[in-house]
């Protein structure tokens, strides 16, 4: 009778330990867990912000029961590219409605070299106010750079250089996840390979990662991804290329021997990754889409000094003709936000037939009158689909948190994961959903050594999204961004409703992530 008096006990104890409470009980969910591209129908329950249970017909009780037959359940999707690092510290935009209504629950800041250099202080902020999702965060080396010897084009002084190391291991130590790099921005542009090595070196003493909005996108694309590359072995650090592309249509295909050459790389035992957003357009400033980052040395008015001066004058001007004419004389740079309101969604070119006036003195105009944010259409619709079927470029938006307003921003700060999963996964299947659903999950938190966040597993924290996959579908457009996605029913942020039923709850869940990579 002592055996079977045992096997009672077992089975008793056993039956308690499934049948726990739960907060949340997701019920009948086609489940993708962030790895596999092949999805299970499973239950799922979350309790005091973390997944415990994955499996058929959990005995858990819960405070929260949903039945999500014919729902899809997923890991929260991490955008490794994100520029709100002011907005998601602010009142009015940390909520970050446009990135939870598109299943977000993680975002990474400091990206293309700017940013908060401060990353204790920054991590503060969001910690006291809170935010919609959670942040992490880069040092950027361009911020960097900009507080220890402002945007002079040189070379820092070995005082200098022992500032911004001193200054780069504080934000290691206070939980950066690595450094980013602006390679077209002023002043992140003014630094040569060695500068970047040795700061990248610190980044590695503490399991970071280097990520590089690399030198050019164009013509030089293959030689500014072999620097990137070049830091990442001199400074023992994996390395993300971001936003992966090729721009110009006399460029088009040159991102497909670039993934040849990374993928000698890695081959090689190389730790080199990429990003990408699936749109046609990108998004930056006029005066880093037309103006030589040498004239842009000092600012602003530096710059105007510059292209008023008899020296340099005709060199820049030349130089923005030259940019208006590899772009149809302007037909493919769109205005997103400038002073003139009416310009707003037109292109520069149109901007010239309807005003009279140069495509040149168009931009020089907006450029005495504070510059102006762009949408530029230059890349390969081939290329795009080629690039997201790798299965190392991760989805990434390149955008920041929004308010509907007045401008015409990229639609990707609304749209770029519900478009992914809709258009190309869904629609044009020119990958799988798990695929999709894998560059959004999994293969982010790995990229950034992330332990606990990306999968459907019991022990991870609880960011999940529902969506329902008959109904997702990104709705901004470049002729209307400021439109929420749909189809996204429910969003968990550290296992708190932060989306229900399609309408954010207005809970701010985020919290700061802190790395924690030791020397």
């Known amino acids: 009778m002592q055996p079977l008096r045992l096997t009672l006990v077992f089975i008793f104890l056993n039956s308690w330990a499934f049948a726990q409470p739960a907060d949340v009980l997701l019920t009948n969910a086609t489940i993708y867990d962030g790895v596999s591209v092949t999805p299970v129908t499973a239950d799922l329950a979350i309790h ?214 990374i993928e000698k790389a890695r081959k090689s035992g190389q730790i080199v990754t990429a990003d990408q957003y699936p749109y046609r357009a990108s998004s930056t400033s006029l005066s880093a889409t037309l103006i030589p980052t040498w004239a842009r040395a000092g600012g602003r008015q530096e710059m105007l000094n510059r292209l008023d001066s008899v020296e340099h004058g005709a060199k820049i001007r030349q130089s923005i003709q030259d940019g208006l004419k590899r772009r149809d004389g302007g037909k493919t740079i769109k205005i997103a936000r400038c002073f003139e309101q009416d310009w707003v969604g037109k292109s520069v070119a149109e901007i010239a037939k309807d005003s009279g006036l140069s495509g040149l003195e168009v931009v020089e105009k907006i450029e005495r009158n504070g510059g102006a944010s762009v949408v530029s259409f230059s890349m390969s619709p081939e290329d795009i689909r080629y690039v997201m079927a790798v299965d190392w470029v991760a989805t990434a938006s390149d955008g920041r948190a929004y308010l509907p307003g007045a401008d015409k921003p990229h639609p990707r700060s609304y749209g770029t994961f519900p478009r992914k999963l809709h258009q190309f996964a869904q ?44 109904r997702l579908q990104d709705v901004a457009t470049f002729d209307d961004p400021h439109q929420y996605c749909e189809g996204i029913e429910y969003v968990f942020v550290g296992g708190k409703l932060s989306v229900y039923r399609g309408k954010v709850t207005g809970g701010l869940h985020g919290r700061a992530l802190r790395h924690t990579g030791g020397e």
């Open 48 to 261: 005091e912000g973390m997944i415990i249970a994955v499996g058929k017909a959990l005995p858990h009780t819960a405070t929260l029961r949903i039945d999500c037959q014919r729902k899809v359940v997923c890991p929260g999707f991490i955008d490794l590219h994100n520029h709100s690092d002011r907005q998601i510290i602010v009142d009015a935009t940390r909520a970050n409605v446009n990135y939870l209504l598109q299943g977000c629950t993680t975002i990474v800041t400091g990206n293309c070299g700017s940013g908060p250099v401060n990353v204790g202080k920054y991590y503060q902020q969001i910690d006291n106010a809170g935010a919609g999702t959670n942040v992490a965060h880069l040092l950027p080396q361009g911020g960097l750079r900009q507080e220890v010897m402002g945007s002079e084009r040189r070379a820092p002084t070995d005082a200098e250089n022992s500032k911004m190391l001193e200054l780069a291991t504080k934000a290691m130590q206070d939980g950066a996840w690595g450094m980013s790099t602006g390679l077209i921005y002023v002043p992140s542009s003014y630094a040569d390979t060695q500068e970047l090595v040795s700061i990248a070196k610190i980044v590695g003493q503490y399991h970071g990662i280097y990520a590089s909005h690399i030198r050019g996108e164009g013509s030089v694309l293959l030689d500014s991804v072999q620097e990137a590359m070049d830091i990442g072995k001199q400074a023992n650090v994996p390395v993300h290329i971001s936003h992966f592309k090729s721009s110009g249509q006399n460029n088009w295909g040159l991102v497909r021997i670039a993934i040849k050459e």
């Open 427 to 470: 629609t044009e299947e020119i990958i799988s959903l798990g695929h999709a659903i894998r560059s959004s999950t999994s293969l982010p938190a790995a990229i950034l050594g992330m332990k606990d966040r990306g999968r459907i597993k019991a022990g991870f924290v609880a960011d999940v999204v529902v969506f329902d996959p008959e």
